[in-house]
């Protein structure tokens, strides 16, 4: 790459299209700080990166020597997990744990720092098996299982509702959950709505999609999930409230950012909420729930699933959610509209010279191409307008097929991730 950013997001693209880790590469100092930007993206979008810095010799670190930079302290808040190589015999182990921990679990980025005078020495390595990796790493349990007792009680809860809704992120692209969130939703017939992040975890296409909610997304799943208000003329009266939202809203691998919820405290603020993920700190950070559950989602949709199966389907069904949806998808689903102030303008005129009822709108061109491409494609973005335009106007079937720079919404990101990708 021209710059080390480049490098780093392609490896993201890499990352993000395969679920296997993307790896960069940088030289000490601006080298390494160049990858920063990367690094902070892959954190908070759950990504999957070992990048590689250049560190000065031992000799030299903590002294100022030319191009040194502490990455270990400069990336500290934003990595997986962070090493500085001291013994050369220590490679082989440090990079395999790399590797182990930046795809297990809750995937994220991990920096290995790498000291130029062991660069330039020799050793024989000795390369340790997988269970000696998950022997050496004390503390860490990647593989969380939700019980049993927790489980039954989501059943319960579902067949006491009256407006269920699933809301899903990114959580089911990376533990490889779409199947198993796609069965339970049929055989719940539950409507389902993601985050921009789980775009592709579940067929926008389907009848029980509501596509994607939030800031940008669409009416149907935000009213869905938060019901339906009359909009305010005077913003400083309360909100009317027309339609009631969830009853039951199941979170499953989402963390309720900002661009999803608005005012945490009016988000779903009449649902018993569930929510599954596999990071116990994300519960009741944002959003207080009613009942977390700490485990890994494919784990817990497919054992759902199973006990749903054993019991002979769900004992409940939700004729008059469903209708109140349709409704609402009827007079609620993205739209556009070429108005007059656009076809007459002068800038218009001068381009369309006697077509002017051909005026071409960017969410026209990004539904045209889902038509030609038939879905069948990898988009990437950058970020701004036609990243919204591009989660709107294309519909995604299958998972890591909308690569983009969500939790931090790093310019300049979508050609490099395509490279990747």
Known sequence: PRHEQGGSFAAEGYARATGKAGVCMGTSGPGATNLVTAIADAYMDSCPLVAITGQVTQAMIGRGAFQETDMVGVTLPIVKHSYLITDIRD?????????????????????????KNLQQDRVQPVWPTLDEIKRGLRGYNPDVR???????????????????????????????????????????Q??????????????????????????????????AVSGEFEPRKDPKQPAVRLKEGADVLLAFGVRFDDRVTGAFSEFAKNATIVHIDLDASEHNKNKRVQLAVHGDIHDALARLNGMI?????IQKTFPAWH???????????????????????????????????????????????????????????????????????????????????????SMGYGYPAAIGA
């Open 91 to 115: 490679i082989p182990r440090v990079v395999a744990e790399a590797f182990y921990i930046a795809e297990s679990g809750r995937p994220g980025p991990v920096v290995i720092d790498f000291p």
């Open 309 to 313: 199966a054993k019991r002979g389907g």
């Open 323 to 409: 209708q109140q949806i349709a409704e609402w998808k009827a007079k609620g689903s993205f739209h556009y509209e070429v108005t007059p102030e656009i076809a007459n303008s002068d800038h218009m005129k001068d381009h369309l010279k006697g077509h002017e009822d051909q005026v071409i709108l960017p969410q026209m061109v990004i539904e045209m191409l889902y038509e030609l491409t038939g879905g069948d494609a990898i988009i990437t973005t950058g970020v701004g307008q036609h990243q919204m335009w591009s989660g709107q106007w294309y519909k995604y079937s299958e998972p890591r097929t909308f690569i983009t720079s969500g939790g931090l919404g």
């Open 146 to 188: 939700a019980g049993d007792l927790e489980l039954n009680e989501i059943i319960g809860l579902i067949e006491k509702a009256e407006r269920p809704v699933i809301y899903c992120g990114g959580g089911i692209i990376t533990s490889g959950a779409a199947a198993e969130l796609r069965k339970f939703a049929e055989a719940a």
């Open 190 to 223: 539950i409507p389902v709505t993601t985050t921009l992040m789980g775009i592709g975890g579940f067929p926008e296409t389907h009848p029980l999609s509501l596509r994607w909610l939030g800031m940008h997304g669409s009416a149907v799943a935000n009213w």
